[in-house]
T-cell receptor
Framework: DQQVKQNSPSLSVQEGRISILNCDYT??????FLWYKKYPAEGPTFLIS?????DKNEDGRFTVFLNKSAKHLSLHIVPSQPGDSAVYFC???????????FGTGTSLTVIP | NAGVMQNPRHLVRRRGQEARLRCSPM?????VYWYRQLPEEGLKFMVY????????ESGMPKERFSAEFPKEGPSILRIQQVVRGDSAAYFC?????????FGPGTRLLVL
């Protein structure tokens, strides 16, 4: 049972525009959320996180929004750059332990 | 501070052989996770370990796969009698109880 879902397997965006990647979860016990970026043939790298006490966290061009009532989070990249082209995974962790649950990833392509 | 180390980076095995994948967590991290990424698929959780303990192995296949994280030394993911379907990228991650940090992965190819 997939507790963290990324329903869009791929997304294409023009350079300079906004990229919005979405993630939904089902477990109300999740209280910490992370986004990872993965290039081919490399391990995922941590990008940005948010705890459930916040609804927004910003780091440079990257902003994560959390809507707890909808069990939805999104990653906004503004402005998008060709180097942002990668697979993005969202992940969630419950307040009851140290496990992490990953989505299946969204492949972002930023077109120059 | 060295990141998560995995070796080997590439491993080729014939069907029926054993594969051993090693993972050294980041310094100070006592939580290790193994994931598998099959071609064209996302990351699949396999097992979560702390030193000398398996915490959650709900993602591990019931046969041929085992994992350990001894008191000293790296975590080992062991696959016995490999089959072609085991060909995948295997990623290890370690955490400081907030964020997981991933290694570069081991790409296993079973001929």
């Amino acid at each position: 049972d997939q507790q963290v879902k990324q329903n869009s397997p791929s997304l294409s965006v023009q350079e300079g525009r906004i990229s919005i990647l979405n993630c939904d979860y089902t477990n109300s016990m999740f209280d910490y959320f992370l986004w990872y970026k993965k290039y081919p043939a490399e391990g995922p790298t941590f990008l940005i996180s948010i705890s459930s006490i916040k609804d927004k966290n910003e780091d440079g061009r990257f902003t994560v929004f959390l809507n707890k009532s909808a069990k939805h989070l999104s990653l906004h990249i503004v402005p998008s750059q060709p180097g942002d082209s990668a697979v993005y995974f969202c992940a969630a962790s419950p307040n009851t332990g140290n496990q992490f649950y990953f989505g299946t990833g969204t492949s972002l392509t930023v077109i120059p | 501070n060295a990141g998560v180390m995995q070796n080997p980076r590439h491993l080729v095995r014939r069907r029926g052989q054993e594969a051993r994948l090693r993972c050294s967590p980041m310094k100070g991290h006592s939580h290790v996770y193994w994931y598998r990424q099959l071609p064209e698929e996302g990351l699949k959780f396999m097992v979560y370990l702390q030193k000398e303990n398996i915490i959650d192995e709900s993602g591990m296949p019931k046969e041929r796969f085992s994992a350990e994280f001894p008191k000293e030394g790296p975590s080992i993911l062991r696959i016995q009698q490999v089959v072609r379907g085991d060909s995948a990228a295997y990623f290890c991650a370690s955490s400081d109880e907030e964020t997981q940090y991933f290694g570069p992965g081991t790409r296993l190819l079973v001929l």
